[in-house]
């Protein structure tokens, strides 16, 4: 017993240094990049022929909703040498036919290998009208996850850079120019993969498949989570990626070297988490043939993506992330501590796995403890309350520290009440945790049972 | 209805469970003594009394004392950012009020050619609004004619605003370096060109590449490029889109980029062998020629696409020894090169390609290469589709079709 209250505390205090650590470096690299790049024209590289040629890669299963207005926006991105995959992943709603009719395609003779395995292509597509010379639509058998239907993308794409996104998500127009820079920048270390900010759409005002008016969600649930993507994105992910620890980039939009995609295989279609697998391997690939590499992410907010409006879909999201999580994790075992992969193998890897995989265990264990000791009525009441004032304070300061960090960087909640609202959801939030580490429990079970679905967002379409 | 229910019950069955432990078992787990958590006592490790720095504090004030620094921290920063964003609106409306202002001073300026000096002054009071003067300068002579550009550098003088920008070109901190630099190279200030050359070997790469495109901005006609000479740091393809834009925008006169192909630097050379491309310097035959030689395979892939670009067929015939020696990437480049003017003399050599080569990148590309030879190429590939020695028909079928390619 005495070892499970200390260890629970000094895991905690362990949690509560990390993240203040990542935080102050978290701060001083935004405040680098943001200088940096106030002088930059992004203009510049979006209309050069200099520039790296880019194919997007974007998966659609059931997505008639939104799925017009969001190859519009792809198609009416500022650059100048891209080209658009839409993969219909097997559709049965009419997703396919709401293309087909809106875009003018044909089916065209495509050749093209199975390089990379993926379910059957039935047909390769192409517009009629010269306008739509960018798109190519690809239809094919859905294999019941979207690493599948990427790798038909990258066996039909041919472009030097790749970037996968989800056709529900809506991209920020300049999103090509910002994430090609670090790429253009590279030096002596190739940049295999740039990842950049998701912020959440649901309440913001779209139309013709654009963001026209940032609003704070109207619902709790999404309005926590843009707590949790604001904390995630800018404090967390930027602090990994000058740390060189970055180990994910998300699945709503990131940029890949196209020769070093392939040349690992494409996307794994047995795990769930495939945005983080594919990382790893890419970055195991690149330590073992002994090249030097980097994964870079970008702060500015470049993709759009709606969020879990009920208990429900945010359930079957967070139980994903889980089981993706572990899956990852459990299949780069070797990463874990290892030099050979550098500061990926000595502070990335166990940081994932002690604070995002174990983490949300060991608190869900501390919130059972707890309700052990009340019930034998064992309970040291004024040191269990200091302990959750505490662990509470903590929690509000990070998230206002996050919020702090919105407001000097992107400032994209134009509004005061937004942001006051925003605090005073963080002010809530930490006693909803204990259903966030349920979620991850319940993860964990399915995980080990080898059950859970993928699961699907009511959208609410644009 | 149902949640209500099933949590009305987990809390009664909590109460009942808690009540039942509560009188059946509490004496024995209070007996435990290593449920140091649950006592009162000062043997309690929260209680104890702890050293620290001189200080003798328990766990418990320590924790207290972190806690009320969190809250009063987490209260600053609310307080910082409510007070943050107060000032950002009211500093763009002055801005908007000041732009609005200056501009009606700068076009009354510039049409009757006297300088309202108080009424500049009057708003130009401090740092904030000097540097919106700056701007506003810089901005409305975008597009003016030279005589009314050098108008507004005569006002800009006058006003002292030289003052404001040296002092950041002098500044310690690289972005207010790279502000100045900005600033005299959107003015065509060329007089303190030596303190921006001081840069243009710094370890900081964004206050290098600042220097250089300032450098090219304000340099003479004859010597724009003349830092590549001594560049010894890294030249990025970033810097390299930007220094290209600039020419295109400023229609310049560029120099001959051959000069520096056989550069120790291989960004330079990847740089004028791009150059050679956008501004057709065919006469840089020798130096193409020697580049698909270079060790570096990204050097000879560019110049291998610089030959095609410039349709320098008498290479063509290196091109064709060099494909069985270079890398997989740089030969789908020499094919793709074949392609771009039609050679006849290469058709026997791509259709060789697709015949011999297993990889479909590699046939689909030579069938495209054939295909570009215009009509020749069209009855070549006619008769390959009829061939009986391989079934070319869903490669030619996928290269016929324009709506792919």
Known sequence: MWFFINFVFFFTLLIIVAYVLLGIYSSLALRTYLRKNSYVDYNVVADSPLAPSVSIVAPAFNEEKSIVNNVKTLLGLHYRNYEVLVINDGSTDNTFQLIKDNFDLVKVNYYFDYRIPCERIKGIYKSTNPSFKRLTVVDKVNAGNKSDAINAGLNICKNDLLVTIDADSIIEPDALSKLVKPFLEEKDKKVIGTGGVIRVLNSCDVEDGKVKQVNLPKKFLPRLQVLEYTRAFLLGRMAWSKLDGLMLISGAMGMFDRETMIKVGGYDASVIGEDMEVVLRMRRYMAEQKKKYIVTYIPDPLCWTEVPEDLKSLKQQRTRWTRGLIDSLIKHKTIFLNKKYGKLGMLGYPFWFIFEWLAPLAAFSGILYTIFLIVIGSMNWPIFLLLTAFIYSFSIFLSTWSILFEELTFHKYRRKRDVIRLVLTSFIEPFLYVILAYFSVVGNIQHIRGTGSWGTINRQGN | ?405
């Open chain 2, 1 to 405: 209805m149902n949640r209500i229910k099933i949590v009305i019950v987990i809390l009664g069955l909590l109460f009942a469970s808690s009540f039942f432990f509560q009188t059946k078992y509490f004496h024995k787990i209070a007996e435990r003594s290593d449920i140091e958590f649950i006592k009162y006592d000062s043997e309690n490790t929260w209680l104890k009394v702890y050293e620290f720095a001189g200080l003798q504090m328990r766990l418990v004030d320590m924790l207290l004392v972190v806690t009320l620094s969190l809250v009063s921290t987490m209260l600053i920063l609310l307080i910082f950012i409510l007070i943050k964003r107060t000032n950002r609106d009211k500093r763009e409306k002055l801005r908007n009020v000041l732009l609005e202002q200056y501009q009606d001073l700068i076009l009354s300026y510039l049409s009757d050619s006297v300088i309202k000096k108080e009424g500049f002054k009057k708003i130009a009071r401090n740092k904030f609004s000097r540097q919106i003067l700056i701007e506003q300068i810089i901005d409305v002579s975008h597009n003016l004619p030279i005589d009314a550009k050098l108008k507004l550098n005569k006002l800009y003088f006058f006003l002292g605003l030289i003052k404001d920008t040296l002092s950041k070109v002098d500044s310690f901190k690289w972005h207010e370096k790279i502000q100045g630099f900005k600033e005299l190279s959107a003015l065509n200030i060329k007089i303190y060109n030596h303190k921006i050359k001081k840069c243009i070997n710094s370890k900081n790469d964004i206050l290098r590449i600042e220097s250089h495109i300032a450098l090219v901005k304000l340099s003479d006609d004859s010597e724009p490029f003349e830092f590549l000479t001594n560049l010894d740091y890294h030249f990025s393809l970033w810097e390299q889109i930007t220094l290209h834009q600039l020419m295109v925008e400023n229609e310049m006169n560029v120099p001959n980029f051959g000069r520096w192909v056989d550069s120790k630097n291989l960004d330079v050379v990847m740089f004028c062998l791009r150059m050679i491309r956008e501004y057709k310097q065919v006469n840089n035959y020798d130096e193409l020629d020697r580049a698909l030689l270079h060790e570096d395979e990204k050097v000879r892939k560019t110049a291998i696409e610089v030959i095609g670009d410039l349709g320098l067929f008498s290479l063509f015939k290196v091109l064709k020894k060099r494909y069985k020696y270079e890398t997989y990437d740089n030969s789908i480049e020499i094919i793709k090169t074949m392609g771009k003017r039609p050679v006849k003399s290469v058709m026997n050599f791509l259709q060789n390609v697709v015949d011999v080569e297993d990889d479909v990148n590699l046939q689909i590309e030579a069938v495209k290469s054939i295909k570009n030879m215009g009509e020749d190429g069209k009855i070549r590939l006619e008769k390959m589709m009829n061939s009986d020695y391989k079934n070319y028909n869903i490669i030619i079928k996928h290269v016929l079709d324009d709506r792919i390619n």
